[in-house]
């Protein structure tokens, strides 16, 4: 047996025993490497996988981030998608990205010890560094008011690598931010256990209390990236459904999908 293969089987082996605590997971697909977890989930899905199916991958070659942007994907970090099949309507599909981004800033918390906040809509940072993206991508029928399969694509940053340039004033990893080491294994199977508890309450979204207060855009000002131009505004209220609302010179805008930034 190869050390990588060697390192695998420890890594799987690690990886099984941990999410003994999270009965969210029905079953795991392990990839050394592959282009997206979100593409291998989507097949999956397709292909009548069960709600439950987790992917998870040492490293991406092509991952994907909101807007079509890709997302830097090294070794040593955590890349998972999950196979969901939620009873919901598609226009509140925005929910399973609000429910993720809660589930994942607990347990991201749980590990370092670190206050995790949301930036609207599916980014955890800490620290004023961006240490985790989400991207919910939904498969749709004409013949059903529900989904087909929504597959939750999650990255966290956990150990120190090369970051472009472009990205260092924006990215920051787990491994500077706690004194300790950050297991893997250990966080995936947080992230899940939380996430599962929260998905019970999708419909009715409790959860959007918590995603609140851990905003980190609130009765701030913010630039509204839209088609029609760039806007400022301020950050309102986030409703219930998911929804960010900006005040614009007096007006309120309710913005269910695009782009904000904000100066940390």
Known sequence: MTTEKKKMQESE????????????????????????????????????????????????????????????????????????????SAE???????????????????????????????????KGRKVCGILAEAGLSAESEYPDYVVLGIGINV???????ELKNIVGCLEDMTTGPVLKEELISMVWEEFGGLYETLSTAVYMEEYKERSILLNREVTVLAAEGDYRAVAKDIDKKGHLIVEREGTEITLSSGEVSVRL
Request: charge should be positive.
């Open 13 to 88: 082996n690690r990886l099984q025993l941990c999410l003994r605590n999270s009965a969210f997971v029905r079953n795991t697909v392990e990839l050394t490497e592959t282009d997206s977890t979100n593409r291998v989930a989507k097949e999956l899905a397709r292909s009548g996988a069960p709600e439950g199916t987790l992917v998870v991958a040492e490293r991406q070659s092509d991952g994907k981030g909101r807007l079509g942007r890709s997302f830097f994907s090294p070794e040593g970090g955590i890349y998972m998608s999950m196979v969901l099949r939620p009873r919901i």
């Open 92 to 126: 509140n599909a925005l929910l399973v990205t609000t429910c993720a981004a809660v589930a994942a800033a607990r347990g991201i918390e749980r590990v370092s010890g670190c206050t995790a906040g949301i930036k609207w809509v599916n980014d955890i940072f800490i």
């Open 159 to 165: 150990k120190k690598q090369s970051v472009p340039e």
